[in-house]
């Protein structure tokens, strides 16, 4: 992808700070949320104590850095699942995007270290305070980069460890022990500063493999205290048991976001609201886009239903249609500035919105670290 040039970067950041100006969700004075003595917020640049971060929102599950190739990969996989899944007569229906847009074999824009830093400090205008990156090895996600483009915007990254999902595996996996996964999953962890555990997935209904890998996932937590947020498949497929799994190895529900349960719409929600209920967080974490319409109104109603607590947003963005270059109303600010408002014109109110955007997350990833980190 070609270098921004002077004058497109100076037009970028122009358009960031009109979108700030614009945002519909003030800063509130409000007590900050108690978090356990010695707990960080573990970034790529520095631990944090939580309160440092209260300043902007956070999103906890973005990628700001993929191998070449791994979208259209996703694009074929999630292919090939739609037509298996298809029932017979269905008509064929082209597969959504990873993100609110479906992304091409057009150039990478997560390699692109100056549209990236340019698209990280245009966020942090916009009224971002920090950025969890999903990516882990199997997605080809750069740590140095991750650095990079954190260190030239300003906006703290909270690098991932772990796992994505069957199709992305190694191909040996299958053979491996449980205890081959956490292995290597630890050595994830000691190699680079790890705030999060995510995203763990099962990309369809769950596999045996998956499942070996959710319980390594929760002797990693158990061993580290860092967090987890998981890819359910689309639209939510295996949520309650991946919660049933994390549970099973003792991890704490409140330490785990049950991830895209946005895109499981129904209008009683009632799968989110049981892992509400069993104390996890619940990931409505591709929105900002054209879909937004259908799940409004359900989060809207979760939240007049005192369920704010536990919810969580992000936009998940992947596709090149999605950034603030090619997109003037996107960017990776967009849950703040395009989905919030939405929230707010159908009741949600400042304050759960606030709590939403600025607490909930560092409540989520702040945790008392048992492995010390790395430079």
């Not at 070609?2 to 100076?10: C, H, V």
């Not at 205890?179 to 769950?206: C, H, K």
């Not at 549970?247 to 330490?255: K, L, N, S």
């Not at 600025?358 to 702040?366: H, T």
Request: proline share 7%; aromatic share 6%.
């Amino acid at each position: 992808m070609p270098k921004l040039d002077p004058t497109r970067r100076q037009a970028l950041k122009g358009m960031g700070a009109g979108a700030l100006a614009a945002t519909a969700l003030p800063r509130l004075a409000t007590a900050d949320p108690e978090f356990p003595p010695g707990s960080v917020i573990r970034t790529l640049s520095k631990d944090y104590a939580p309160s440092e971060l209260a300043g902007g929102a956070t999103l906890f599950h973005e990628h700001m850095s993929l191998r070449n190739g791994f979208m259209v990969d996703w694009m074929r996989y999630a292919g090939e699942t739609r037509t298996a899944n298809q029932a017979p007569g269905t008509p064929a229906r082209p597969p959504a995007g990873a993100g609110a847009g479906a992304p091409t074999a057009a150039p990478n824009f997560l390699v692109d270290e100056d549209l990236m830093a340019d698209e990280m400090a245009i966020a942090k205008r916009e009224g971002i305070g920090c950025i969890v990156d999903a990516g882990h090895p199997d997605m080809g996600r750069d740590v140095g980069f991750l650095r990079r483009i954190s260190q030239r915007s300003g906006l703290p990254i909270v690098a991932s460890a772990g796992f994505y999902t069957q199709p992305f595996y190694p191909k040996d996996l299958g053979a491996w022990s449980e205890d081959r996964v956490f292995e290597e999953v630890m050595q994830q962890v000691r190699a680079n500063p790890t705030g999060a555990l995510g995203e763990i997935g099962s990309w369809d209904y769950i596999t045996k493999d998956e499942r070996k890998v959710f319980r390594a996932i929760a002797r990693v937590h158990k061993a580290s205290n860092i967090p987890i947020f998981t890819h359910t498949g689309i639209p939510g497929k295996s949520a309650l048991e991946q919660l049933d799994i994390l549970e099973d190895g003792g991890v704490d529900p409140h330490r785990v976001v049950i991830g895209h349960l946005g895109n499981l719409v129904d209008a009683s929600a009632e799968i989110q609201r049981a892992i509400i209920r069993r104390g996890a967080y619940i990931g409505i974490d591709r929105q900002g886009g054209g879909g937004d319409a259908q799940v409004v109104p359900m989060i809207a109603s979760l939240i007049a239903q005192g369920y704010a607590d536990h919810l969580m947003f992000s936009s998940d963005l992947s596709s090149p249609r999605e950034i603030k270059r090619n997109n003037p109303t996107g960017g990776y600010a967009k849950t703040l500035t395009v989905f919030v408002p939405k929230l707010k014109a159908a009741g949600a109110s400042d304050v759960d919105l606030h709590k939403i955007m600025y607490d909930n997350p560092r409540r989520f990833l702040a945790f008392v670290p048992k492995i010390k980190r790395t430079t």
